[in-house]
């Protein structure tokens, strides 16, 4: 989902409940920033990431397997350049969270 303020979805609460049932999520931005949409990529930029990336674009080591971390890398360095470093995609994650399986490409 991509929303204007995506990280105020996560209050403490809500990632400790997330964490404690082993939820991975990935947000547009922290709670403090406000996800950006640029005209010419026709999404928000954290839409247009995630859909590249889950297209191929975040294999990075082409093996047709995409890692959870293949996908959070792949979307901060993209996000980055897009926005010039002011928007910062975050993961939120339990704690001793381990590599998964995504998606099979």
Not at 8 to 21: E, I, M, Q
Not at 25 to 42: G, H, M, Y
Request: proline share 3%.
């Amino acid at each position: 989902m991509d929303t204007c303020h995506s990280g105020n979805a996560f209050n403490s609460r809500l990632v400790k409940d997330a964490a404690d049932a082993n939820i991975v999520v990935i947000s547009a931005t922290d709670s403090d920033s406000v996800a950006q949409e640029l005209p010419r990529l026709k999404h928000g930029v954290f839409t247009y990431a995630l859909l590249s990336g889950l297209r191929g674009e975040a294999d990075a080591n082409r093996d047709k397997v995409l890692k959870i971390k293949e996908l959070d890398s792949y979307l901060s360095n993209n996000i980055e350049k897009l926005t010039s470093g002011s928007q910062v995609p975050v993961l939120h994650a339990p704690g001793g969270f381990r590599d998964f399986v995504f998606a099979r490409l």
